[in-house]
């Protein structure tokens, strides 16, 4: 009897990216044994006409594109000796014009028996962009402000991390779209390499206390109150209560003033 595995699973990607799985068949009896193996795929998605992939990942291996209006198959063959087995690496491609929420399940047909073996589901991806340090908030503007203009409504957000110098990052449906709407932005130099997950980033999601930022000794600037303007040095933190106390560099009379952490800018130099 043929027996066959397969280590696909469940997963969201974003669009035309590739999904790796191995097809393990194994031949348990005495005799060689013949044969192929059917997978296709069962397509939902907003438009009917968009092409999905099934790859075999090997020289010369097979690709097959599939949508609900072609309901093409990849067969794939083996030829097993005795108490033997073979592992096929294969693919799922996902399209370049997906839409959220379109999804694949990957179908197995081994001697006229169909399997479901696992989902795939079409979600945004997060990209980093380089750009000019110190323009980052500028440059993230340009980029929303053009794609709003020109209805670019595949890009959903922008992040610009105060703490991360140099780089932003868009979350998009179609990468490669947003590639060619970064080329007329200036300040955006280029997309870095692959995608970001989530769980990588969610640290510049969560506000932070202002204090957390500040230390004594730290030299700042205020920036509201009747001292607005003023430049003043960090004597104490509170972080208890989110306050600092300070020392107006310009007052004749060192007199300590307490004030919320969020109502300075740090300024570029410490003693």
Known sequence: MVKWTSDGKDSDVGTNKKVLFNLTIENDESTEKEGFIELSLDIHEQKEEIEWFLIEEQKRGKQVAISPKNQDLL??????????????????????????????????????????????????????????????????????????????????????????????????????????????????????????????????????????????????EVTEGPFKGEKARITHVDAQKDEITLELQNAIVPIPLTVKADSVKLLEKEV
């Open 75 to 220: 067969k794939v063959q083996y030829k097993l000796k005795p108490k033997s087995s073979v592992i096929h690496p294969l693919s799922v491609e996902t399209p370049k014009g997906g839409e959220i929420g379109d999804y694949s399940k990957v179908v197995l047909k081994s001697e006229g028996i169909p399997t479901n073996l696992f989902s795939i589901k079409v979600k945004q991806t997060i990209i980093v962009v380089k750009t000019t340090i110190g323009q980052e908030v500028k440059i993230a503007r340009d980029i929303g402000l053009k794609a709003k203009i020109e209805n670019h409504d595949y890009l959903f957000s922008i992040l610009v991390p105060p703490e991360v110098k140099g780089y932003i990052f868009i979350e998009t449906l179609y990468p490669d779209r947003t590639m060619g709407l970064l080329r007329t932005v200036r300040g955006a130099r280029n997309m870095i390499a692959g995608e970001v997950q989530l769980p990588e980033i969610e640290n510049y999601l969560v506000s932070k206390p202002a204090v957390e930022s500040l230390g004594v000794g730290n030299f700042v």
